[in-house]
């Protein structure tokens, strides 16, 4: 396991002093639970191109895990229709070029939430939904933005 220090703002991402360790983590993915699966699929799969990582299980509530840069988007079992979509849970895709992402997810009739602004931040973001109403924000990180290098590393 790797150790780190707690930095001035609290952050324990820097490596230094032991203060706690952190779980080796292989993989990760973000676990949706639709309320209609196919429709997800088809707006997952169809209109965002997502590539299938791999399937599971059989019948509409079968698992569909989904290729999302460095980590997975797993779609599988099915929610309460009736229930709104958490507002607690939301979708951070980094995309090469959110104004080609959008003219493509606007010719696929994805509706677009908010279109790409330039954020005070200086990131580029975009905002769409899923068909259960789950937020997702296509993001493209401008060159020369401090997220494009990690200085003193």
Known sequence: MRRFRRGSDGDETNPGT?????VHVL????????????????FYGGQLGLAVHREFGTGPE?????????????????????????PDVRLWLQVEDVAAAHAELE?????????PV??????????????????????EIPSGHPLRYRPGI
Do not use: H, K
């Not at 975009?126 to 296509?138: A, R, Y």
């Open 107 to 115: 010719s696929q009739g994805v509706g677009i939430v908010r279109p």
């Open 62 to 86: 079968r698992g569909t895990v989904y290729f999302l840069g460095g980590g997975f988007l797993e779609l599988s079992g099915r929610s309460d229709a009736s229930a709104p979509a958490s």
């Open 18 to 22: 032991t203060l706690g360790r952190m």
């Open 27 to 42: 993989s990760s993915r973000t676990l949706l639970r639709p309320a209609d699966p196919d429709r997800s699929r088809a």
């Open 118 to 139: 330039r954020e005070p931040w200086g990131l580029v973001e975009m905002w769409i939904e899923d068909p259960d109403g789950v937020p997702i924000v296509l993001v």
